[in-house]
Nanobody
């Protein structure tokens, strides 16, 4: 069974920085892509940043220039560096990954449990 575990959330003042981490574990054959989403109450989950197996990154317009998605080794773990944080960045951040497990014929979509990021003004 594949699991994603996030860490690094917390409370920070506006203008501050945080680093989120997401580690995948289990019987993993390959990781096709990893991404970070965020969600606030009453709103749909939105894509913040993604990292493909080929190293291509994408970002939501609202975080471009402030957030960076990266990985040390073959997309595991994956990090989200967040700088110049704003109160509107407050949300639960979720790690997402497209992972093909051992003895599986295709990749499945997995989610972490979420980590709270709160930015005070």
């Amino acid at each position: 069974q594949v699991q994603l575990v996030e860490s690094g959330g917390g409370l920070v003042q506006a203008g501050g920085s945080l680093r989120l981490s997401c580690a995948a574990s289990g019987r993993i054959f390959s990781i096709n892509a990893m991404a970070w989403y965020r969600q606030t109450p009453g709103k749909e989950r939105e894509l913040v940043a993604s990292l493909s197996r080929g190293g291509v990154t994408t970002y939501a317009d609202s975080v471009k220039g402030r957030f960076t998605i990266s990985s040390d080794n073959a997309q595991n773990p994956v990090y989200l560096e967040m700088h110049n944080l704003k109160p509107e960045d407050t949300a639960v951040y979720y790690c997402n990954a497209a992972i093909q497990a051992v003895r599986s014929f295709r990749a499945e979509n997995y989610w972490g449990q979420g980590t709270q990021v709160t930015v005070s003004s």
